[in-house]
Structure formats: C-alpha cells, structure tokens
C-alpha cells in the first residue's frame, strides 16, 4: 500500500472497472450501505472498521493519512493472524434477494490482501440476525484471490438470502464488498387494491437488457427517490450512427398501468430529445428472447418531447390501454440520460 514520491494528503482512486459482468450492471448491489446494509459481526477490525466495506462509493487511498492503529484504509481490515484459523464478517443485506454475483474489491490492499476468500448464505425470518443455530450453506467456495483487483464472481444458486458472511484465509483487507442480485417482494401482503410502483426495485423491478450503458449503469433508473447528481441513472454515449437508445424493464408484478414518471434529473446537456414506452405481458422466454420480441411491443406511450432535469408525468388518455403487463422498454431518441423510470400500476388477477 505503499505510495511513494507524493505529498501527504493526496488521494489515489481505485483504478476504473472498464467493464464489469452483465449481473453488476443488471442488478443493484444488496449488501450496499445505501440500502441498509450492515455488518453485525466480525471477527476482528482492528485497522479498518468493517462496515467501511458496505460503502457505495469506490475507495480511496488517501497518501499519509494514519490513525490509532496504523495507516488508515477504506475498507476492512484485520490484524495480523498468530494463533491459526482466520476472519470472518456477517453482513445483513439492505436488500434481501437473490444473490447473482459478487464482487470482492481488494483495492489498495497490495502487501495486506488475503490470499483467499469464501462465502456463506442464510435466511433469517423476522428481521432477526443469524444466532449460533444459523442454517448457513456455501455460496461461494474458497476462492484465490489477488491484491488491488476486483473479483467478480457469478453465483447460480436461486434461492433467496438474508445475510452473507465473508470468510478471509487467513487474514487481510478488503476494500469492498458487493452482493448483485435481485430483491425479494412479498406481494401476498400487498393491497391488491392499490397503485404500486411496480417497477422499483425493491418491488422486484429488474434491468433485463439495454442498447448501451457508458456513462451510467441502467439499474439506476429504478431505485428510490430522486437521483443525487448526473451519475445517478442511466446514460448512453453520444450517438454518432442512425437509430436510438432503449432499456428493457421487468416489472415485479403484472399490473395494468395507470401513471408513468420519466425523471431527468440532472441531465441537462445530455437528456434524451424524445422519449417513448413499449410494453407486453410476457409469460416466458429468455431474456435474449425478450429482448429480440420487445422490437415489436405495441406502444403504451406515444413519443413525449422531454425537458431538461425535470420529471415528466404521463396518466389519462397519454397511457394506452394493453391490458396487464409484465415489462417495458423505454426508448430515448436518440440517446441521452434519464435518472429514474417509474412505473405504477393495479396488480393484475
């Protein structure tokens, strides 16, 4: 972690993830601070508290920065192990859901990372934590791992987690802890009388393809609130051929649509001149199939001409009526930014 030649002070970012596996642009990280997350045990944390792991925003080496313990790092990190065995961290995730893919972020952790690492699943009801009868299964063997690297690791098991619990052999740092997948929603509880965003989130809403993703991961468009800044949604590059740019999203339940919200917030050089919504209720299929049958969706909003870092709400007689849906596709002609779609909509039967 050493950095020489450079005042004290200066920050050095993790260097940039040119392109990250499909299920870290697809899926919203659940073990994110953002939404919740936290550790609720650990092993040892003596030079780096372990919830600085949770953090969304990549880490940061700051040059001569020390505290109490030693040179302060952002991420997790253990002391050095004299007595065998090794570290662990029991992460409750924000979101629970199931787990698609990980990333274990050792940047910065040069002279310091663990050799390996591996990971745990369980399923708490209630809201509580996991106590020492806690059913946990492997989610992810030990793995080898390398110092100031991401590793991202796909996970094919389908069922639905509370917490994860990160194992280092033996001991070590680890910049960040990401845990992609999709959010569980309990839709039997739900009033079926009700309007529901049925695309948030944490509703279910899920990124099933998109045309393009350079300057902001699509995921973004349906989490909570109003975007922060310009990075808090989804932006193409600048289009220089024929053609626009679209996303594709899956809805957490079928519903027929009452309203719809295309926010641009932020975007002001950048947001798309014109925007429009396909939809379909779609039964099953791929997402390569769907993605290829949504060219020919029929419309569930006309074009809209869209305004600068404004949200633009459509209802009424702007909305077509298709009948219940299960996904849309949002197109931006010709290509720009949105910050955050919304879809709500009266469950179907």
Request: aromatic residues 10%; charged residues 20%; hydrophobic residues 40%.
């Amino acid at each position: 972690m050493a950095a020489p030649n450079l005042p004290v002070g200066t920050v050095i970012n993790a260097a940039p993830v040119t392109e990250p596996p499909v299920f870290a642009v697809r899926h919203a990280n659940l073990a994110s601070a953002d939404f919740g997350a936290r550790v609720v045990s650990c092993s040892d944390d003596f030079f780096g508290e372990a919830d600085r792991m949770l953090q969304s925003s990549e880490s940061v080496f700051i040059v001569g920065k020390f505290d109490d313990h030693g040179k302060w790092v952002d991420g997790w990190e253990t002391k050095r192990r004299r007595q065998g065995g090794h570290d662990h961290a029991v992460v409750r995730l924000g979101l629970p859901g199931v787990v698609k893919g990980l990333d274990i972020d050792t940047s910065h952790f040069t002279g310091n990372y663990p050799p390996a690492a591996s990971v745990q699943a369980c399923y708490c009801a209630g809201g509580a934590d996991p106590g020492a009868d806690a059913d946990w299964v492997e989610l992810l063997p030990a793995t080898s791992l390398s110092g100031g690297s991401h590793h991202f690791l796909p996970i094919s098991d389908e069922r639905p987690f509370t917490h994860l619990r990160l194992n280092i052999y033996p001991d070590g740092g680890v910049a960040r802890f990401r845990a992609y997948g999709q959010p569980l929603c309990d839709w039997a509880a739900k009033d079926p009388d009700a309007l529901h965003e049925v695309s948030a989130l944490a509703a279910g809403g899920r990124i099933v393809s998109y045309s393009d993703a350079h300057f902001g991961v699509p995921f973004r468009m349906v989490m909570p609130g109003r975007g922060v800044n310009m990075g808090d949604g989804w932006e193409t590059r600048r289009r220089r051929d024929p053609g626009y740019d679209w996303c594709i999203v899956e809805l957490g339940h079928a519903a027929v649509v009452e309203k719809i919200e295309v926010d641009t917030a932020h975007f002001k050089g950048n947001y798309p001149d014109r925007v429009s919504i396909q939809a379909a209720r779609v039964e099953q299929g791929t997402d390569q199939s769907i993605t290829t049958q949504a060219m020919f969706w029929p419309e569930l909003l006309g074009e809209q001409k869209t305004e600068m870092d404004k949200q633009h709400f459509y209802s009424g007689d702007q909305i077509r009526a298709l009948g219940p849906i299960t996904h849309v596709r949002l197109n931006m002609f010709p290509d720009g930014g949105v910050s955050r779609l919304r879809i709500w909509g009266r469950l179907a039967r």
